[in-house]
């Protein structure tokens, strides 16, 4: 399965998307809503998990803009 990970948090971000990749997942990891807009935009995804409350943008906001 293939999953953006996105969150401001790097040790959790980084953790989580290496468990993911562990258990045989394709994880893509992304510091902020703005990152992964632009990652959206050249890949496919099945599953996005987002942090909700990051600077500048939260993670409902990515939701709504995809």
Same mark, same amino acid.
């Given at each position: 399965m293939r999953? #953006?990970?996105?969150?401001?948090?790097?040790?959790f971000r980084e953790e #989580?998307?290496?468990f993911l990749r562990d258990d045989g997942h394709s994880?893509?990891?992304?510091?902020?809503?703005?990152?992964?807009?632009?990652i959206l935009k050249r890949e496919e995804f099945e599953?996005?998990?987002?942090?909700?409350?990051?600077p500048h943008q939260s993670g409902l906001e990515l939701v709504a803009r995809n």
């Open positions: 999953v #953006l990970v996105v969150d401001d948090n790097s040790v #989580l998307a290496s994880a893509s990891p992304a510091p902020s809503v703005a990152a992964a807009l632009e599953v996005v998990v987002t942090d909700l409350k990051m």
